[in-house]
Structures are given as structure tokens and as C-alpha cells.
């Protein structure tokens, strides 16, 4: 049985805790397909380009945005577990970035739901993440006369860090999905009987819909932690440093990833280790999988559903074994791999050029304004 | 600069006037004096210019001691340091201090510790003129000496922070000094058992808290002193601990020199700020790393946009209370262990304590004629001393009387991360979950 509601209704219906018997007031999903056009400020998106690859973007100019997205890898990482900070690292896997200009929410955690000007400057200051003072950032830039061109082209003015800021999430529109058999309508046969148990006997358009293939909403799926976040102190103490400054209850004795507990705190923990729906688009590139990469390949994820999660008192009522047979699994994951498209790893999406090592010393320093 | 509009430049001619009506007065030069920055009034032979004079004055400095004596507390042999109430002393706590003093996780990316800036070997300071900062990054001043720290009142070049238990955090924080945050270090020190155990033990609480940490690495800071100088066996009665030459010397100090105007009382200084015309640092015109520092500060320490583009220099004391009269005053240092705490001022101007004692004897010009960015506020104290090549000497034998013996310190070390959880642990968890 497959129950197809609002996600509304979904929300409604995990809160009150009584599953799914609204089954009369089923309706559509919104319609997967494909991905609208983004009108790009061209000027804009080269300048977030060279920022996105620009480790002076960082505190001690040690990682760039790129370190951890990389364009390899559909802008996400290979490791399971982000690198982070040098110092310490992370505690969560890196999302790929391609069609992240398509989203509403951002983060596994969804705690910033406004824009990714926002989400941009998290990364950047966040100390775990990149640890950037963006005053001195901004500084940095001035005395970089490439840069000094780029933000007077884009219309920027002078470096700034609030150019910054429109720079990267301009540029990021750039890194949208392009080509997938999906969109262009090339689909296998395997393919299309996957998209069928897609939306049919397996269910994940329930969630995984529009044309992001994300309802943009957190859920319990009942994913494994992965122990490496308590087992590698590095990874702890970003992890306790993030759990303290978002007000968890408790934190130095956590041993689960409270997720979306966050936005609403509930006292009884009931939305513990809820995540935020991820993008199915260009997954072919973005293993490992979950919020903490606990799933390798496309096959461990369609066998986790299909086994209907693993345990946890949260998990959402909907996640239960599918009972797909081997080849229906085969088929899924022949579905998933379609929703992929062109690797966006040349020079348009890429900066190729070298940074310089050096600031250069400006001239006549006393005579000239700051 | 631009920085001083035309009413303002009423101000010193006002300030002249004062003066001179304070000369009259000579009773309250003193108190004016003691003032610190203020221009002060002084003996009538000083000159009242604001900006340096323009002939050698053989200034009746005996004179103008002997009356503001009241006001200038004479040098003294050095106490021990003031502990706080809320910050009391113990072996445990200091001996823990001294590890987090050392350790390089109380910083953003783990790299660099206190001591990294602030090293034993280096004059427990840093021995270029400009700090070298976070990676990537370089600081905009001198790292200032640890050793003997513990009698400031105010802390930093320009006195921004009241404690060493608020100075720490502020250089492990800041984004061109330790750029740590508060919550990941905090974090680290919780997953590293030996300080679990030594903070529960130092502190009572069940968890290391980083300003538990700060009240730690204050402890161990107020044992960095030395208090066993030549001059302080020779105050303390030791006659022989003095040479002649460093007599000589000293009379140079408290008179023809006047360097007891502001270095004395037992810290060999007043602790009050002034602009003695030390002179912008070359760095800032040579090194782009140093610009992007320097437009960082005016940004960072609340300047207008006017003064963000013009200024080329460090304005000190301005930064804190934002009064014109305040531009590039600094807090009188002192000149104890200055033996090893080379360069000297506030981006280190003048390597050695020669090229010190020629600043002041030209009266606050370098060997290149170069003075203050902010000729407004330097103060008339600073006069052309005429002091005889051997005067100089005798004065620098004295000067390395008020160091000691070199103070060093093994690095301790450290405790190491453990994991806080066990996998079974873990497992158990993920069980009940």
C-alpha cells in the first residue's frame, strides 16, 4: 500500500502520531520533472567561481568551499564523514551541492530555511567549517587586484563581504543538473520500471518529489548513526560544539544525531533524528549516502528501504518493508542512476586558473586610500 | 591625515593656554601630570610646544623631579603580584595553566598555542616587530611579554582588557591571533581526560569550562615574574648588586634622562598613555599580508569610514575611547626583563635598547628624522635629552640591571584526546534508540 498525501498532511500525521489513517484525503505529489531555468548573472557567477575555489575563503587558508564539494564527486565528498576544519573535522557527510539553487532548505538539519546567502555565510563563519572571520576576508580580497575586478564587473563595488555572499549563491546557480537520461527522456527499461515502482509500490515520491525530487521537509527514515562521530574525538568536539551552541538538551552524553530536533525542540525527543529529504539528482556521483554517509551504494540505500529502515523510536510511520524483489531493486537503482546527469567538472563550472601565494604589497601605500 | 577638522585644531592652542596658566601655577603641574594624557605641565624650563623642540634643552630635570615628587612614586623593589579574589591560587591550578598555555588546541585550527606568540626563548614575547598571528594571517603589533604581565592593570599595547583573565580569551579569539571560538575549544578540552580530571579537581565542575580555562592560564601567568633584578637587591639593601657605571646610570634615569617621569614605582611604569613620537612601522608600506591586517583593525575596532580610509598608522588608545586626543597613545610599558624582549614599542620600531635610548635622547625622532603619525598629541614630556655617548652607556647598564636572569621553561607534555564513548557504548545506544 502506498499512501501519497501532502507533505503537510505527512507532517500532521507524524506529529499526531497516528500513521496513516487519513488514506481518504490521499493526493498528488508534486509532479517530478524537469528543473526550471535560472536566470544567471554571468559576471556574478565567475566571481563565485574563483571565491568557490579560493582557499583564503577559510581562516587559515587551509580549505576552500571546494575541499569538501568537490566537483568530482556532483560537488559532494567521497568520505563518509565531511573533512571540516583543520583542527577538527566534521560530523556530517557533504551534500552535493549541483541543483542546490533549486532548494528552499538547506543543511541535513534544515536550520536555515531563507536563502543561500545565508547558507554561504554559516559556511564560511561556522567554526568547524571554514572558521573565517569575514572581515579579514574581505581585507584579504581588496589586496587581490583580480578580485578588485571581478566585484567592480560583477557590480558588486569593492570586495566586500556581503559581495561574497551574492557571489557564491549566484555561481551556484551555475551548478545545475543538465543531460540526465531522466530529462531528456532516454530512459532504459530497467529505468522506466524503476520510476514506476518509484512512484508506485516503493513510495518515494511520497517525499523524494518535484522536480528537485526533495519535499524539502525533515523525517525519521531510521538511519544508523555512524559511530566515527563519537569514536574520532576530532569529529566530537564538533559535533558537541554544534549540539551546545543549537541549545541541545544534554549534549556531552548524545550519543544519536539530534538532526531537525533543532528547529522545535520537542521535550520528549520525538523529533529526534529527523533529516531533511536530499535531492535524488546526481547521485551517481555523490556516494556515500545519508546524512552521515552510512550507505555506500545505491543498492545499500533501495535494501535499507526495502527492509524498511533500521530501528529507531522515531522513525516515521511510513518507512516499511517494500518486499521488492531483486530485480524491482535493480530496477530502482537503474531509476536513480537516470536522474544523473553531465559530470559539471570543466572549466565553465570549474576555476582553473592559480591563486596567487602572495598578496601583493600595494604601492604608495601612505598616499593612497585604504 | 586628514583626521583633525579645523576645530579641532583649536585644541592644542586651548591646551596652551592651559599650560601656560598652569606654569604660573606650578604648584598643580603635578596633578596635572598625574593625569598621564593630558599634556602635561611641566618645569619652566621644558618646552610648551606640542611638536618636538627644535634645540637641545638642558632641562632642569632634578628640579622638576624633586617638585612632582609626590606624584612620582620612586623605583621600588617588586612585590608579589595582585591575585584576584575571584581568581585565587593553587599549585593544581597553576600546573594545569601551564599545560593550556602550551597547548595549541585553545586555538582555531589546533596550530598554534599562547606560547607560539608569546615565547619563553623569545622574552616569553615574540621577536619580530610584528606578531606573526594566525595562519594565514599576521598580527598588526608586537607580541607583549608574559614575564611580569601579572602587575599590569590593563592588558595589551593600548590597554584594551582589565585582567589576564579577559586578555586571554581576547588573543585566543581573535581573528588574527588564535581565531579560536569559544565552543570548539571548550569542546576539545571536555575529550581530553586529563584535563576532565585536573579541571574537575582545580574547579569543582564537571566538565572543563573555557573560562575556567582563562582563569587557569592566568594562574600560571602570575607565577612568570622576576622579582630578583640587580636593582631590586640593590633597593632591597645589596649595595654591591650595582656597579658604578649602572649608579651612574640610574641617576640619568630619575634626572638628565627623565625616563622616571613615566617608568617608575616598583613596575618602572605609570601605566598611563601617552605618544612619545614613535614613528609608523615600514612593514605597512612593504608587505601586502601587513595592509590587509592593518584595514582589518580599522574595520574591526570601530572606526568611521573617513578614518578607515585614510589613517596610516596605529592610533592606540583611540580605538578604545574614540577621542582625537587619544590618537597614537600607548600604554607606558615596563622596563623590566626588557633584556630579552627585543624589538621594542608597539610594532617594534627599534631592535635593540640603543636605538631606544637615541630615540629619546633625539627627542622622540628616529635616525631617519621619522616621529608619530600624530605630531597633535605627542607629549612635550619627551624633550631632546643631550645626553653624552657615555651618559647613553651608562644609562643602557642600568636599563639591564632591571633584568634578571633569563627565565626559560620546558614545553610540558601534553595529555592526549581519548574517545568519550566506548563502541559497546555506542552499540547500546543505537539498540535503544
Known amino acids: 500500500m502506498v499512501a501519497i498525501v501532502t507533505t503537510r498532511q505527512c507532517f500532521l500525521a507524524v506529529t499526531l502520531g497516528v500513521g496513516l489513517a487519513i488514506a481518504?484525503?490521499?493526493?498528488?505529489?508534486?509532479?517530478?520533472?524537469?528543473?526550471?531555468?535560472?536566470?544567471?548573472?554571468?559576471?556574478?557567477?565567475?566571481?563565485?567561481?574563483?571565491?568557490?575555489?579560493?582557499?583564503?575563503?577559510?581562516?587559515?587558508?587551509?580549505?576552500?568551499?571546494?575541499?569538501?564539494?568537490?566537483?568530482?564527486?556532483?560537488y559532494a565528498n567521497k568520505d563518509a564523514l565531511s573533512k571540516g576544519y583543520p583542527g577538527n573535522k566534521h560530523f556530517r557527510n557533504a551534500p552535493g551541492l549541483i541543483n542546490t539553487a533549486h532548494k528552499k532548505v538547506w543543511m541535513h538539519d534544515g536550520r536555515i530555511g531563507t536563502n543561500l546567502n545565508d547558507v554561504t555565510r554559516e559556511m564560511i563563519t561556522e567554526d568547524y567549517i571554514m572558521n573565517m572571520d569575514m572581515r579579514i576576508m574581505q581585507e584579504r580580497f581588496k589586496q587581490d587586484p583580480l578580485y578588485v575586478e571581478m566585484f567592480e564587473a560583477a557590480g558588486l563595488g569593492e570586495p566586500s563581504n556581503g559581495g561574497v555572499r551574492k557571489a557564491i549563491p549566484e555561481y551556484l546557480k551555475t551548478l545545475t543538473s543538465r543531460g540526465s537520461p531522466f530529462d531528456k527522456g532516454t530512459m532504459s527499461a530497467s529505468a522506466k520500471?524503476?520510476?514506476?515502482?518509484?512512484?508506485?509500490?516503493?513510495?518515494?515520491?511520497?517525499?523524494?518529489?518535484?522536480p528537485v525530487f526533495t519535499d524539502g521537509k525533515a523525517h525519521n527514515t531510521g538511519v544508523k548513526e555512524n559511530f566515527d562521530v563519537w569514536l574520532d574525538p576530532q569529529r566530537h568536539q564538533a559535533f558537541i560544539a554544534y549540539a551546545a551552541f543549537m541549545g541541545i538538551k544534554n549534549y556531552m552524553?548524545?550519543?544519536?544525531?539530534?538532526?531537525?530536533?533543532?528547529?522545535?525542540?520537542?521535550?520528549?525527543?520525538?523529533?529526534?533524528?529527523?533529516?531533511?529529504?536530499?535531492?535524488?539528482?546526481?547521485?551517481?556521483?555523490?556516494?556515500?549516502?545519508?546524512?552521515?554517509?552510512?550507505?555506500?551504494?545505491?543498492?545499500?540505500?533501495?535494501?535499507?528501504?526495502?527492509?524498511?529502515?533500521?530501528?529507531?523510536?522515531?522513525?516515521?510511520?511510513?518507512?516499511?518493508?517494500?518486499?521488492?524483489g531483486k530485480t524491482e531493486q535493480k530496477d530502482l537503482v537503474a531509476f536513480l542512476l537516470a536522474l544523473s546527469g553531465e559530470p559539471l567538472t570543466s572549466s565553465k563550472?570549474?576555476?582553473?586558473?592559480?591563486?596567487?601565494?602572495?598578496?601583493?604589497?600595494?604601492?604608495?601605500?601612505?598616499?593612497?586610500?585604504? | 591625515m586628514g583626521l583633525f577638522n579645523k576645530a579641532e585644531q583649536k585644541v592644542p592652542i586651548l591646551l596652551l593656554i592651559i599650560t601656560v596658566v598652569v606654569i604660573a601655577m606650578a604648584t598643580m603641574a603635578a596633578v596635572t601630570f598625574a593625569m598621564g594624557d593630558k599634556p602635561p605641565a611641566t618645569a619652566s624650563k621644558v618646552s610648551l610646544s606640542p611638536v618636538p623642540v627644535a634645540?637641545?634643552?638642558?632641562?632642569?630635570?632634578?628640579?622638576?623631579?624633586?617638585?612632582?615628587?609626590?606624584?612620582?612614586?620612586?623605583?621600588?623593589?617588586?612585590?608579589?603580584?595582585?591575585?584576584?579574589?575571584?581568581?585565587?591560587?593553587?599549585?593544581?591550578?597553576?600546573?594545569?595553566?601551564?599545560?593550556?598555555?602550551?597547548?595549541?588546541?585553545?586555538?582555531?585550527?589546533?596550530?598554534?598555542?599562547?606560547?607560539?606568540?608569546?615565547?619563553?626563548?623569545?622574552?616569553?614575547?615574540?621577536?619580530?616587530g610584528i606578531s606573526r598571528g594566525y595562519p594565514g594571517t599576521v598580527h598588526w603589533r608586537g607580541s607583549q611579554p608574559v614575564?611580569?604581565?601579572?602587575?599590569?592593570?590593563?592588558?595589551?599595547?593600548?590597554?584594551?582588557?582589565?585582567?589576564?583573565?579577559?586578555?586571554?580569551?581576547?588573543?585566543?579569539?581573535?581573528?588574527?591571533?588564535?581565531?579560536g571560538e569559544n565552543d570548539i575549544m571548550e569542546a576539545r578540552l571536555r575529550l581530553i581526560p586529563d584535563y576532565v580530571n585536573r579541571f574537575n579537581d582545580v574547579f569543582g565542575e564537571p566538565w572543563p569550562t573555557i573560562n575556567n580555562a582563562w582563569k587557569a592560564i592566568a594562574a600560571f601567568e602570575r607565577t612568570l615574574v622576576q622579582r630578583d633584578t640587580p636593582l631590586d637587591k640593590y633597593l632591597l639593601g645589596d649595595k654591591t648588586a650595582l656597579d658604578d657605571q649602572q649608579l651612574r646610570g640610574k641617576v640619568l634615569y630619575e634626572g638628565k634622562a627623565r625616563c622616571i617621569l613615566c617608568h617608575n614605582g616598583a613596575f618602572t611604569t605609570n601605566e598611563k598613555y601617552y605618544n612619545i613620537g614613535v614613528p609608523r612601522a615600514m612593514r605597512w608600506e612593504e608587505d601586502g599580508l601587513a595592509q590587509v591586517t592593518f584595514r582589518f583593525e580599522q574595520y574591526a575596532k570601530g572606526t568611521t569610514e573617513e578614518m578607515y580610509r585614510t589613517i596610516k598608522d596605529d592610533a592606540g588608545l583611540?580605538?578604545?575611547?574614540?577621542?582625537?586626543?587619544?590618537?597614537?597613545?600607548?600604554?607606558?610599558?615596563?622596563?623590566?626583563?626588557?633584556?630579552?624582549?627585543?624589538?621594542?614599542?608597539?610594532?617594534g620600531q627599534f631592535y635593540t635598547l640603543e636605538e631606544v635610548i637615541d630615540f629619546y635622547d633625539r627627542g622622540g625622532f628616529d635616525e631617519e628624522g621619522r616621529t608619530t603619525s600624530f605630531p597633535e598629541t605627542k607629549t612635550p614630556l619627551i624633550q631632546k635629552l643631550g645626553l653624552s655617548d657615555e651618559e647613553k652607556d651608562d644609562l643602557l647598564t642600568f636599563i639591564e640591571a632591571l633584568s634578571g636572569d633569563e627565565i626559560l621553561m620546558d614545553k610540558p607534555k601534553l595529555p592526549p584526546y581519548k574517545p568519550l564513548f566506548t563502541r559497546a557504548e555506542l552499540q547500546t545506544a543505537q539498540v535503544e534508540k
Open chain 1, 24 to 74: 481518504g484525503q490521499v493526493v498528488a505529489a508534486p509532479e517530478i520533472g524537469p528543473l526550471p531555468v535560472l536566470k544567471v548573472n554571468e559576471a556574478r557567477a565567475e566571481l563565485g567561481k574563483r571565491l568557490f575555489f579560493d582557499k583564503r575563503v577559510s581562516g587559515d587558508v587551509g580549505v576552500s568551499c571546494a575541499t569538501c564539494h568537490e566537483p568530482e564527486n556532483g
Open chain 1, 193 to 210: 520500471r524503476g520510476m514506476k515502482l518509484f512512484k508506485g509500490k516503493a513510495g518515494c515520491v511520497a517525499c523524494h518529489n518535484g
Open chain 1, 253 to 324: 552524553n548524545l550519543k544519536r544525531d539530534p538532526g531537525a530536533h533543532l528547529q522545535k525542540h520537542a521535550a520528549d525527543g520525538s523529533d529526534m533524528g529527523r533529516f531533511i529529504t536530499p535531492s535524488l539528482r546526481e547521485l551517481k556521483y555523490t556516494a556515500p549516502y545519508m546524512h552521515n554517509g552510512m550507505s555506500k551504494t545505491l543498492a545499500d540505500v533501495v535494501g535499507f528501504y526495502n527492509r524498511g529502515g533500521d530501528n529507531d523510536r522515531n522513525k516515521d510511520a511510513r518507512i516499511k518493508p517494500l518486499k521488492l
Open chain 1, 349 to 370: 563550472h570549474v576555476w582553473q586558473e592559480a591563486y596567487p601565494v602572495e598578496y601583493p604589497v600595494i604601492a604608495n601605500w601612505l598616499n593612497v586610500p585604504n
Open chain 2, 55 to 128: 634645540e637641545p634643552t638642558q632641562p632642569q630635570v632634578e628640579t622638576f623631579v624633586k617638585m612632582a615628587d609626590p606624584e612620582i612614586p620612586p623605583l621600588a623593589p617588586l612585590g608579589p603580584p595582585p591575585i584576584p579574589a575571584d581568581n585565587p591560587m593553587s599549585d593544581a591550578k597553576v600546573a594545569l595553566g601551564k599545560l593550556l598555555y602550551f597547548d595549541p588546541r585553545l586555538g582555531g585550527d589546533a596550530s598554534i598555542s599562547c606560547a607560539t606568540c608569546h615565547e619563553p626563548e623569545q622574552g616569553w614575547s615574540f621577536a619580530e
Open chain 2, 147 to 179: 614575564l611580569n604581565a601579572a602587575y599590569y592593570n590593563k592588558l595589551f599595547a593600548a590597554g584594551s582588557t582589565p585582567s589576564l583573565e579577559s586578555q586571554a580569551p581576547s588573543a585566543a579569539r581573535g581573528g588574527v591571533a588564535g581565531n
Open chain 2, 318 to 347: 583611540y580605538y578604545r575611547n574614540k577621542n582625537k586626543w587619544s590618537m597614537g597613545k600607548f600604554r607606558v610599558p615596563t622596563l623590566r626583563y626588557t633584556k630579552y624582549t627585543a624589538p621594542f614599542m608597539r610594532q
